[in-house]
């Protein structure tokens, strides 16, 4: 076999196996890792567990004071959505609608969300105002994003189990 033909045969190779990996269902992957790969298939009703898994595990991560509680469930009244999943609006809606209109609802959600963010930001501040050094520490590294591997905003989140 001559040199070309063995690329086209390793391109060929190297293909198949990269189409085969796309077209596998991130849900059926191992630990979890479908649900860090596909947060848009998740139902409410999961995203609500997850995040509430999560909370717990910082909260007990951050052995938080008696003193500190009343901030902590302050912070997490503001920050924990009241409905999982609504706020991208109704796809069925959106796609009756012409691209100028779809893009003006975009515009409008973002600027809702821009809004729930700064909510947010003033929130985390005033529950980062009560914590020791230490728990700031905690704090810092247990919220941030994008930490885990190849910067994925999902991952890394496992860090919080041990």
Known sequence: M????????????????????????PADKPSGEGQRMGW????????REHMLKRQAALHDQL???AAQEPAWKTYIAAVTPTEMGKHWGDHEAMAKMSAPERLEKHIAMN????????????SMKTFYAVLTPEQQQIFNKQTMHGGGKHGHPHEGHDRMKG
Do not use: I, Q, W
């Open 40 to 47: 848009h298939k998740m139902t409410p009703e999961k995203m």
């Open 111 to 122: 600027k809702e969300r821009d809004a729930r963010m700064a909510s947010h930001l003033a």
């Open 63 to 65: 052995k938080l004071t």
């Open 2 to 25: 001559n040199t070309l033909s063995k690329h086209v045969l390793m391109l060929a190779v190297t293909t198949a196996v990269g189409a085969s990996a796309m077209a596998a269902d």
